[in-house]
C-alpha cells in the first residue's frame, strides 16, 4: 500500500472520542483533492440532477441484507427514486463487484474497504472530499484515501471483534467471565467446559468451519493478532503494506487457534468442508463462546441478551490491557464512471440514510453504529464492551489485517494450510502455516507490487 495516512484513535481513551463514534481505527489519509466526478466545477457526487438519477448499492454486508431492502423501498416511497441492492454473497465481494463493473449497468455505490483495494479502484471512484456526506462525518478516522491523498472512500459504520461469551453458560459450568483476564485463565475455563460437556450439556466453543461462509474469522479476523502485535511491538501503526512480516506471534496464533478448534463442538478434522452454523450453535445455548463481531448482536440480543465480547487472549505479555479489535472494511465509496445524475441521486441517498431518524435508526440496529453526526444513537452491548475496555485503560487492538497483500489469495494459502494442519496436528504440518503466514505475504507483496 503507497504512503498512506492512517488517521488511528489508539489512545487508551480512544474508543471514547466521540461516545461509540470514534474509538478505533481504519486507513485513511490526507491530501489535496484531485476531483472525479462528472462536473468537475461541482463538489463531489452533486453535479447532475438528482431527481433523474437512481441508485445501485452493490452491499457487502449479507447479513444486512432485508434490512436494505426495506430502506430501498422507503427512499421510493418518500423520494420517488429507484434503489436496487444487490448483496454479495459472504467471501464473494471483490469477484462479485469486478463482474458488475463490467456491465452497461453498474453500481453507483459500493465499498472500498482498505487501502489495498483503494489502488485497484481509485479510478472508479469520486473524490469525496468536501461532499456534503462527509461533512456528516464525526470522525475521519474510518476514512480510505489512495496514494494522491484522494478521499476514495469513508466509513458507514466501524465494528469489533474478538470472542463473544454467554455468561450464563460460563456461570453454569462454575466459573465468572470477570476472571477472564489473559489466556491462562481463558484456557483454564475452555478446557474445563469442553471436558464436561456431556455433563453440562453443552461445549465451550462453537465450530470454527473453514470453508468461505466461515473462515475469515481465522485467517482475517484472529490473524490480526499476529499482525497487530508486530505493529505493536515496533510501536508504530502500519501505514502501508509492509513488504514482509516476521510472524514473530505466530506462537500466540496458535495457542488461541488451537483452543479454539480443539475445544469445540466440532472435531478439527470435520472443518474443512463447513456445514455448521456457528452462530446459531451459540444462540440455542449449545456453546459458551464463538469467535465473531459485532455485527452479530442484533441476532444474538433475544437469544444471548447477556452476551458479552472479551479479548483475543493469546499469552502476549501484558495482555490483561488488551481490549477488543476495532476498525472497518466498511467503506462507502460513489462510481466515477456513473453518470451525473445518478452520482448526485447516489449522494442523496446517502445523506439521507445518515440524517433520517428513521432510516439510520434502521441502519444501525444492523450495522451497530454508524459515525455521523445525525446518526441514530448505537445500542449495540459489543460497540460498548469496546468503549469500556478503552474507558479502563486497555489498549485497542487496530485492524492491521487490513493490510494484507492480495487478500484473496492469501488468505486462500491460509485456509489451505490450516486444513492440513486441522486433519493432523503435526509440527511439520504447523511449519506449513507459518510459512503460509510468512513467506506467503512476502509472496503476495511482490506479487501486488510487480512492475
Given at each position: 500500500m503507497k504512503n498512506l495516512k492512517r488517521v488511528l484513535a489508539l489512545s487508551m481513551a480512544g474508543?471514547?472520542?466521540?461516545?461509540?463514534?470514534?474509538?478505533?481505527?481504519?486507513?485513511?489519509?490526507?491530501?489535496?483533492?484531485?476531483g472525479s466526478t462528472a462536473d468537475s466545477a461541482a463538489p463531489a457526487g452533486e453535479g447532475g440532477d438528482a431527481s433523474k438519477g437512481k441508485v445501485y448499492w452493490l452491499n457487502f454486508k449479507p447479513e444486512s441484507d432485508e434490512v436494505l431492502q426495506e430502506v430501498a423501498k422507503m427512499y421510493k416511497e418518500e423520494k420517488g427514486i429507484d434503489v436496487k441492492v444487490v448483496t454479495a454473497a459472504s467471501g464473494t465481494?471483490?469477484?462479485?463487484?469486478?463482474?458488475?463493473?463490467?456491465?452497461?449497468?453498474?453500481?453507483?455505490?459500493?465499498?472500498?474497504?482498505?487501502?489495498?483495494?483503494?489502488?485497484?479502484?481509485?479510478d472508479y471512484a469520486v473524490d469525496l472530499k468536501d461532499s456534503k456526506i462527509a461533512k456528516e462525518l464525526n470522525t475521519d478516522a474510518y476514512n480510505v484515501y489512495d496514494a494522491?491523498?484522494?478521499?476514495?472512500?469513508?466509513?458507514?459504520?466501524?465494528?469489533?471483534?474478538?470472542?463473544?461469551?454467554?455468561?450464563?453458560l460460563v456461570e453454569k459450568a462454575g466459573?465468572?467471565?470477570?476472571?477472564?483476564?489473559?489466556f491462562a485463565s481463558l484456557k483454564t475455563v475452555v478446557e474445563d467446559i469442553h471436558k464436561r460437556a456431556g455433563e453440562l450439556k453443552f461445549d465451550a466453543f462453537t465450530s470454527c468451519d473453514m470453508d468461505d461462509?466461515?473462515?475469515?474469522?481465522?485467517?482475517?479476523?484472529?490473524?490480526?493478532?499476529?499482525?497487530?502485535?508486530?505493529?505493536?511491538?515496533?510501536?508504530?501503526?502500519?501505514?502501508?503494506?509492509?513488504?514482509?512480516i516476521t510472524g514473530e506471534y505466530l506462537p500466540n496464533f496458535k495457542n488461541l487457534y488451537d483452543l479454539c478448534i480443539n475445544n469445540s463442538i466440532s472435531k478439527p478434522t470435520e472443518l474443512a468442508t463447513?456445514?455448521?452454523?456457528?452462530?446459531?450453535?451459540?444462540?440455542?445455548?449449545?456453546?459458551?463462546f464463538t469467535v465473531q463481531g459485532s455485527?452479530?448482536?442484533?441476532?444474538?440480543?433475544?437469544?444471548?441478551?447477556?452476551a458479552k465480547m472479551i479479548p483475543y487472549y493469546c499469552g502476549v505479555e501484558g495482555e490483561e490491557k488488551a481490549g477488543l479489535n476495532c476498525g472497518t472494511e466498511n467503506c462507502w465509496a460513489i462510481n466515477s464512471k456513473a453518470s451525473a445524475d445518478d452520482q448526485?441521486?447516489?449522494?442523496?441517498?446517502?445523506?439521507?440514510?445518515?440524517?433520517?431518524?428513521?432510516?439510520?435508526?434502521?441502519l444501525v440496529d444492523t450495522f451497530g453504529v454508524m459515525p455521523y453526526k445525525n446518526a441514530a444513537e448505537s445500542t449495540n452491548a459489543f460497540l460498548k464492551n469496546a468503549n469500556d475496555y478503552s474507558a479502563a485503560g486497555n489498549y485497542v487492538m487496530d485492524w492491521a489485517t487490513n493490510f494484507q497483500p492480495n487478500v484473496d489469495e492469501y488468505r486462500k494459502a491460509l485456509v489451505s494450510a490450516l486444513n492440513t494442519y486441522n486433519s493432523d496436528q503435526s509440527d511439520k504440518n504447523w511449519e506449513q502455516v507459518k510459512a503460509a503466514f510468512v513467506d506467503g505475504w512476502a509472496a503476495q507483496y511482490a506479487a501486488a507490487n510487480a512492475g
Open positions: 474508543c471514547m472520542t466521540v461516545g461509540l463514534l470514534a474509538g478505533c481505527n481504519n486507513n485513511s489519509g490526507s491530501g489535496d483533492s484531485t465481494y471483490e469477484q462479485t463487484l469486478s463482474s458488475e463493473m463490467d456491465k452497461s449497468e453498474k453500481p453507483t455505490l459500493y465499498v472500498i474497504g482498505t487501502s489495498e483495494k483503494a489502488k485497484q479502484w481509485s494522491d491523498g484522494k478521499l476514495v472512500s469513508i466509513g458507514y459504520c466501524y465494528e469489533a471483534y474478538g470472542i463473544i461469551v454467554n455468561p450464563d466459573h465468572k467471565v470477570d476472571d477472564i483476564k489473559d461462509s466461515s473462515s475469515w474469522r481465522f485467517t482475517g479476523h484472529m490473524a490480526n493478532l499476529e499482525y497487530f502485535y508486530e505493529e505493536k511491538k515496533a510501536g508504530k501503526t502500519w501505514t502501508e503494506c509492509p513488504a514482509s463447513g456445514g455448521h452454523d456457528a452462530s446459531e450453535q451459540f444462540k440455542t445455548g449449545k456453546a459458551a455485527w452479530e448482536y442484533e441476532g444474538m440480543k433475544d437469544t444471548v441478551p447477556n448526485a441521486a447516489t449522494m442523496d441517498f446517502m445523506y439521507w440514510c445518515v440524517t433520517d431518524q428513521k432510516a439510520s435508526r434502521m
